[in-house]
């Protein structure tokens, strides 16, 4: 019986070999053999696992790790936005209010409010939770620029 996949993904397809394809083969038979080996899931399960409980890691280079078992996401420059050290310019909050404006004023004509609603990180909201080698949180971001 054939495992059920839990990821959002296709996995890969039995290559077909041909001349055509001899050397593409190898590669795409690795990325089948990988896809479909057997208990895959679990087993993946079972590192991650490892990884947070024995040494308080992530296996998900996406996640960092704080403090009392919190999760936060590491993708996007999050942290570097955590940290301010990624800030937009004056020319990309203009364009932005720009866009703001114009979307709000089409609706207004059409007798419709637009609301925005500007949602801070969580980082931001449970810095306790962060891990102590981040620091607090910058005193100026991305956040407070949109806002302001």
């Not at 890691?57 to 936005?81: C, E, Q, R």
Request: proline content about 5%.
């Amino acid at each position: 019986m054939a495992e059920e996949s839990v990821e959002n993904r296709n996995l890969a397809e039995h290559p077909t070999f041909s001349m055509e394809t001899i050397s593409e083969y190898p590669d795409q038979y690795e990325t089948y053999l990988n896809d479909h080996l057997p208990f895959r899931s679990l087993m993946i399960t079972a590192n991650s696992a490892i990884d947070y409980y024995a040494f308080h890691t992530s296996s998900n280079k996406d996640t960092v790790l704080g403090k009392d078992g919190w999760l936060f996401y590491n993708g996007d420059a999050t942290m570097a936005i955590y940290k301010g050290q990624r800030l937009y310019s004056e020319e990309q909050l203009a364009t932005m209010a720009a866009n703001v404006q114009r979307t709000s004023d089409n609706l207004a004509r059409q007798g419709t409010k637009y609301v925005v609603m500007i949602c801070p990180e969580k980082e931001r909201i449970y810095p306790e939770y962060m891990p102590d080698y981040y620091g607090e949180p910058a005193a100026l971001n991305q956040l407070d620029q949109v806002v302001n």
